[in-house]
Every structure is written in C-alpha cells, then in structure tokens.
C-alpha cells in the first residue's frame, strides 16, 4: 500500500454548459437533459466517462449541492462540488494508461475508483483527500483477472466483480475501506463458455437494501447471478436478453421493491431493438422482453423512484413508467453510464461528456 499523488488537478475555469435540451411535456412537470460539460473537439483531455456517481458534501447544511464525481479513460477523473456548475479534472497516479471504469463517491473528499484491463492493469484506488492524493488498494496479477463493476454499501463496505478466473466469476469485498480479499467461490455457479461481464458502464454489478448482490452477463451467455446474503449462496437465471454473439449480452442490472430491470443487446448495433430490455414483477424469478423497447442498446439502467427508469447507450435515452414494460425516448446523446441523487440524475460518456437529467415544475 502507498499513497500516489496525483499528476494533474485543473480547475475548469470555464465550463462549456451547452444548452442542449429536450423536453417532454407530462401532467405536472417536464424533464430535460442538460450537458454540463464536453471536450473540445481536438482537446488533450478528451476521455471516454464510463463511470458516474453522484453524492453529498461532507457538511450538507453549508454545501446543499449534488456532488459528482466521473471517472473515463487516461486515468482522467471529473469532480464537481457546486451541482455540475464547475468541474476540476482530477488525474489518478499520474498514469495516463488506466482504463477507469468505476468510480463509487462518498462526498467531495472520498471515493473509490476501478480501472479495468487483463491483470495488473484492474486495480482499485481510495482517495480522502478530494483526487489529491491516491491510495492503491488492490491488484490481481492473474492474466484472467478483469474488474467490470464496483459498488458500495457504505464506506467501508464495498465490492468489485472480475470476470471468471478458472471457470468461476470472481468477487473482492472490503469491510474496512482498505484491505481486499476474494470471496469463497464453492457456491459460485460455474460460467458457460466464453461467458463474462460487461465494464461498459460499471452497472453489471449492484446491491440491493444493503444485502442482495446481482451481476449480470454476456458475450456467451445472458444471465443473472444472485445472491442474497452478500456473496455466501448462489442462483443463476437465465434472461431473454440478447446473447450468443461477442458483443451481446445484458449490460446492466437495477433493482427497485420487487422489480428488476436489465438491459443491453449488441454494443455494435446502436439501433438494433431487439432483446435489449427485460424485466421481472416478482424479484426475479421470471423474466419478460418488454412490450415496447428502446431504440437500440442501452448499456445503464437507473430507478428515478419506485416506477420509473431511464436507461442511457451510445445510440440514445429512454424513460419508463411501469417498471420496465413499455419505453419512450428522451433523448439523443451517446452516454455510457448513469446515476440517480434525490430524483435526478447524471450520466457520462465520450468526450468527456457530463449531461444532467432533471424534472421541471411547469
């Protein structure tokens, strides 16, 4: 363990805020995307955002704004502590060549992030000090070894997805915030042929009130792994999503009371409809396609509230209201991820791009 300073921290002494703005009219309000930030064409800091998570200060009375943190490619980070108004470009270790895929926030001084790649090259860094200063807290030399997603239930209480390592998906867990161990993997189902995650947007993995773990799969196979005692016992379930082809699979997984929702399809396909949503009504004992699907892949999906979900891709932004069964769209930008604060929501993707979703009292 050793602490890495950081090589890079920038202010965004101007923040382009384009007013690029859709709206769609509902009974009460009306809800919109904002893009609060992007590189300029050409611009030296142009990394690919695949991670997002949105937070609150440390001291919430005196700093009532959202804090995000947006993690991309170049090891390049983006901080905002003022709700999206200004950004700071962080840089993690000084090393341009990570591939940052996660990032998991806890106000404006603390955060976790995980880059992705075969071996040493997925590692997992804590921050406490803003993106000053960076701690490395785990790496796996194995040549399977690939981190796709890292979530948190607090703190200290996190965990990491790779994908298989002789036969079996792998999971880390911290219960301390710094020190890394791989769960037992005696009930871990097997994986199929050529089966795996996606990092596409840090979304194949998530917890569910502080307890249930799910992750789902792709490329060979689409699949939802559960388990709901943090990683001791297994199932497996297969979904209706996409799959067989290298670029297929489900991509991302949420959970709300009894709902779940997953999405994906073929990454190389932005337009392509078919197989890319399917949900479930009873806590994911069976799965449906949903009735009236997105435009294309969606590699994120995010509860709004209890009912409504948006979902982002390369090929654009949808909205559902009855948990998944029928979408409408919302928008047109290529994002890669997305998170959801109080009711709105961030999401990120290439160019260093940062748009926010919000409702709007009419």
């Not at 009873?282 to 435009?295: H, I, K, M, Q, V």
């Amino acid at each position: 363990m050793f602490m890495l300073r950081l090589g890079l921290l920038v202010e965004f002494a101007t923040v382009r805020i384009i007013l690029l703005t859709i709206f769609f009219a509902l009974p009460a309000a009306a809800q919109s995307w904002t893009v609060e930030t992007t590189a300029m064409e050409g611009s030296r800091w142009n990394a690919n955002l695949r991670g997002v998570s949105a937070t609150h200060a440390r001291d919430q009375a005196r700093h009532p704004d959202p804090v995000i943190w947006a993690a991309g490619t170049k090891s390049r980070l983006l901080r905002s502590n003022d709700g999206g108004k200004h950004y700071t470009r962080l840089l993690v270790n000084g090393d341009r060549e990570l591939d940052l895929r996660g990032v998991q926030a806890f106000n404006e001084k603390v955060a976790y992030v995980m880059s992705s790649g075969p071996g040493k090259m997925s590692r997992i860094y804590k921050t406490r000090d803003g993106g000053d200063a960076w701690k490395l807290l785990y790496f796996d030399t194995r040549p399977q070894f690939f981190l796709d997603a890292l979530v948190c239930i607090s703190e200290k209480e996190c965990f990491a997805l790779s994908d298989p390592v002789d036969g079996k998906f792998v999971l880390i867990s911290t219960t301390d915030g710094e020190h890394w161990t791989q769960l037992p993997s005696d009930t871990m189902p097997p994986a199929l042929p050529d089966e795996s995650a996606f990092a596409a947007s840090g979304t194949c993995l998530a917890i569910y009130a502080k307890r249930e773990i799910y992750f789902v799969t792709g490329h060979g196979a689409a699949r939802v792994f559960h388990s709901p005692d943090l990683g001791r016992t297994w199932t497996v379930t297969d979904t209706p999503i996409a799959k067989g082809y290298p670029s297929w699979g489900a991509f991302s997984i949420a959970r709300s009371g009894n709902a779940l929702v997953i999405v994906g399809g073929d990454y190389k396909d932005d337009a392509g409809p078919e197989r890319t949503v399917a949900y479930s009504h009873d806590e994911g004992a069976t799965w449906n396609l949903t009735t009236r699907p997105p435009g294309g892949f969606r590699s994120a999906v995010a509860f709004l509230d209890q009912n409504t979900l948006l979902t982002v891709g390369t090929g654009g932004e949808d909205m559902s209201t009855d948990q998944g069964a029928y979408w409408t769209r919302v928008g047109d930008l290529d994002l890669n991820a997305i998170t959801v604060l109080d009711g709105a929501a961030w999401a990120v993707g290439p160019n260093a791009t940062v748009a926010h979703w919000t409702a709007h009292s009419h």
